[in-house]
């Protein structure tokens, strides 16, 4: 993983022992290196304390962030900050930039926490371009059904079954796949199978989360469960997941998301 930061040295220290090789952790030299990484998507996640250095600053700091943020997709974005009455007022302009975490400083940043909510942004963020890849379809179906495709991809340690995935939904599992069939949309066992793999995806991408222990994590019977769902789903080894594009991958979970006409081939994996 690519960790691009701005922040004090004591912060940066924390993010690299949370982090360390392969893991890629530099601090950018200036706010507007910060936010070129973003805008440029030159590293999977920022973490930011845009007080670091002063309070005052962090007023145009965010305005800048906030401008390169809305040019096009963007890559999370973490606040990392202490407790001032400057920070706090930073965090509220951070979750308005749609910030999907916050870490305060000496509170919640033990090295286990930190990298979990930094892994959790990631797969947030991947999810929600998977499924804004299948957003017009989605558009078409009950709100409870939709709702609950969501649920899967921003939260599939809830949803371990068809049968979980229908009862979100609200009905039953064959009125499920008749939804999603007029949609356009893939059977539910392939849905479910995309949410999960794409969470397994980005707890291996980097490369210090075992085969294993993501398998029992998103409540896969077995690793071998889990090696099995992604080559189904991706055509991949487990063992490339540490090699591929994050933004190929997706490419490829929204097309499985995509029903197939009968009879028509099944499209390869680019990878």
Known sequence: ?????YL???SLAHVQHAFPPPHCVGNAGTWDALVSDVQ????????????????????????ALASAMGTGPSIPVVGYLSVT???????????????PEIVIRGVDDSFDALAAVIRRAVTSCASVRVV?????????????????????FNHPEQLRSV???AVAARVTRRSLDRWLARAGLSPARIVLSCAR???AFHLLAGGKV???????????????????????????????MTRLSPDAFSATIGRRLVRQHQGATAERSPY
Do not use: F, K, W
């Open 1 to 5: 993983m690519i960790i691009s930061c």
């Open 8 to 10: 004090s040295p004591q």
């Open 40 to 63: 440029r998507r030159r590293c999977d996640v920022a973490i930011v304390d845009p007080c670091a250095g002063g309070d005052q600053l962090a007023s145009g700091r965010l305005s």
């Open 85 to 99: 009455a400057g920070a706090m007022r930073a965090v509220q302009a951070l979750v308005r930039l749609g910030s």
């Open 132 to 152: 804004r890849a299948v957003e017009a379809p989605l558009q078409t179906l009950p709100l409870p059904v939709a709702a609950a495709i969501r649920t899967a």
């Open 163 to 165: 049968t979980d995935l």
């Open 197 to 199: 793999v794409n969470a």
């Open 210 to 240: 075992r085969l294993a222990e993501a398998a029992l994590l998103l409540g896969y019977a077995s690793s071998r469960s889990l090696r099995r769902e992604l080559s189904e789903i991706t055509g991949c080894a487990a063992s490339s």
